[in-house]
């Protein structure tokens, strides 16, 4: 196997891609660092140049699944202020997507037990992507009369555990005849919003 991550000069990113690749078809946990230094096409040495042990590789994984995550969001968000109903829809929809097209950095983020203060980085990206929630619930506040308004964060976190439990219990292992992630968020979320007041006429 080449040694892909001295060919192009970023033995760290490789080994990142490499881990990726093993989490999205075994798991988290279901490798070890010289599969991914393998993967990689380095030997095991290798690796503890860039990560002290396996949990700093998922970390990293889970960092840069963040910073990607938040510019889904940033993105479903977009510059028009006008809509805070639907920003704040867009940004459920964006979860689903990053979920569907980043499984691994998804799992690292979510599923590896990594803790999100593992390191200030990954803090760091974890809270700027939470951030992103707050922004669209903070948004969707100004809709409603200071005296029925939940706090933004609450509205952040509804939100946040409706994509989640989607994705987990219909998106990441559909049944053929269950029915679709997208239908199902669309419904909760408009359901939830019309409980408190809130139509997207």
């Not at 490798?31 to 998922?58: C, M, N, W």
């Not at 510019?71 to 202020?81: H, R, S, V």
């Not at 049944?175 to 968020?185: C, K, Q």
Request: glycine share 8%; net charge neutral.
């Amino acid at each position: 196997m080449p040694k892909r991550g001295y060919h192009h000069g970023n033995l760290r990113q490789a080994l990142v891609d490499a881990a990726l690749t093993l989490i999205e078809t075994r798991g988290p946990t279901g490798f070890t660092l010289s599969e991914a230094a393998k993967q990689a096409g380095v030997t095991p040495a290798a690796v503890y140049r860039h990560f002290a042990g396996r949990d700093d590789l998922i970390a990293e994984a889970a960092r840069q699944g963040f910073v990607i995550f938040a510019e889904a969001q940033d993105k479903a968000l977009g510059p028009d202020q006008s809509c805070p109903i639907e920003g704040f829809i867009a940004s459920g929809h964006a979860y689903l997507r990053f979920a569907h097209d980043h499984p691994g950095h998804y799992m690292a983020m979510f599923e590896s037990g990594i803790a999100v203060d593992r390191s200030p980085a990954l803090a760091e990206a974890a809270a700027r992507a939470r951030a992103r929630f707050d922004q669209a619930a903070t948004r969707l506040c100004g809709r409603l009369p200071a005296a029925n308004c939940p706090p933004a964060d609450l509205f952040a976190a509804h939100v946040w555990a409706l994509s989640h439990g989607i994705v987990e219990l219909f998106a990441r292992n559909p049944r053929p005849d269950g029915p679709a992630p997208e239908m199902l968020l669309e419904t909760a979320l408009t359901t939830y919003l019309h409980g408190l007041g809130l139509s997207r006429d």
